[in-house]
């Protein structure tokens, strides 16, 4: 007998979720409910939040969740590995530039034009068996690296409950893993970001993560400023390279997630170069269009526009 597909599309995290699960259709429920408690735990816009009694917490010790413990741990990893291009400490730099509430309400302009600087990074970060502490003055942001991490618990979880297999894709970072619908590759459409309604490749999955960093959304004015959420750590604004998106194919949907912010903010060269380094298959494209492609990205593209590119 076949197996039963069934899918779902939802709010959570601050983005649209799609989740489709192949073999037991009650498993959709079980990955809402648990989405909704990542959500509780991880979000900088709910003051109960475990992140929030974090940040609020710095120069103290904060015992988490293993969850959170876990995604903490990963988000100074990523620091560490990425020479801090990926930089969870950004909080305060974003709220400068505007990005106080959750994306979509109000944002009161500032009374005068903030100074930014460089952002404090991790090396400060302690751990000690399952608690935090943070330094004076730094407070952490775990919006993407958070909904990458989740797609990739969701995943593990819903395939060690008897799912035969299952897509978790929140807000553009999704993992797959185990049988498809139809017993084929997944199939995932990466949009193109300069025009939404298309895309600009199609990609097949066996098992792995896809996510896309994007300066082209969540974007705002501040004092007749463009603004974008995605930080420069090294100068503690929104960044300002010609990089308009990266998508990245990995193994994990959260490091796919770190890995296209990190060469986003490098710029087109040295992105490509990271990207590189780290094996994974990537494509960077820059304001003019000009798609910019690493490592084994073409063995993953089953379809792509006749657009230029290099």
Known sequence: MAAEDAEARFPVMGSDAHLIVVGDPQLLTVARERLEEFEARWSRFRSSSELCALNAAAGSWVRLSPPTLAL???????????????????LPALESVGYRHSFGASRPESPAEPMPEPTPGCAGIEFRRDMVRLPHGVRIDLGGIGKGYAADLIVTELIAAGAEGVSANLGGDLRVAGT???????????????????????????????????RLRRRWQQHRRDRHHLIDPRTGTSTSNDVDSVTVIAGEAYWAEVLAKAALIAGATTGTAVLEKWGVAGLIVTEDGTRHRAGPWEGFVTWAPNYPGT
């Open 72 to 90: 903490v741990s990963l988000a100074v990893r990523a620091w560490e590995v990425t020479g801090g291009l990926f930089d969870p400490t950004v």
């Open 180 to 214: 498809a619908p139809g017993a084929q590759p997944w199939a995932v459409a990466v949009a193109d970001e300069h025009f939404p309604d298309f895309d600009i490749a199609h990609v097949a999955l066996a098992e792995g993560a896809v996510a896309t960093s994007t």
